[in-house]
Nanobody, 121 residues
Framework: QVQLLESGGGLVQAGGSLRLSCAAS????????MGWYRQAPGKQRELVAA???????NYADSVKGRFTISRDNARNTLYLQMNSLKPEDTAVYYCNTDVISVPGARRLNYWGQGTQVTVSS
């Protein structure tokens, strides 16, 4: 089993910054693409940013130039640096990844429990 634990959310004024972290623990043999998703009240969960285990990234158009995703493979940790935050960035942010726990095991998808980000105007 793998656990994903997000941290770093909070309340910030528009224009401010936050840095989210997602620490993966448990049995991890291979961890594939890691991503940050968010879900605002009444809206569908959407992809914010993703990063492959070789460092290739992609971003939602709404966050390009403001957010930066990174990962530390040695520590199995994912980060999201969020700058120039806007009220429309308010949401619960979730970490997601696919993991093979041991050689020969199936590739399974995992979600964290989420961390709230609230941006006031």
């Amino acid at each position: 089993q793998v656990q994903l634990l997000e941290s770093g959310g909070g309340l910030v004024q528009a224009g401010g910054s936050l840095r989210l972290s997602c620490a993966a623990s448990g049995s991890i043999f291979i961890m594939y693409v890691m991503g940050w998703y968010r879900q605002a009240p009444g809206k569908q969960r959407e992809l914010v940013a993703a990063i492959s285990n070789s460092g290739n990234t992609n971003y939602a158009d709404s966050v390009k130039g403001r957010f930066t995703i990174s990962r530390d493979n040695a520590r199995n940790t994912l980060y999201l640096q969020m700058n120039s935050l806007k009220p429309e960035d308010t949401a619960v942010y979730y970490c997601n990844t696919d993991v093979i726990s041991v050689p020969g095991a199936r590739r399974l998808n995992y979600w964290g429990q989420g961390t709230q980000v609230t941006v006031s105007s």
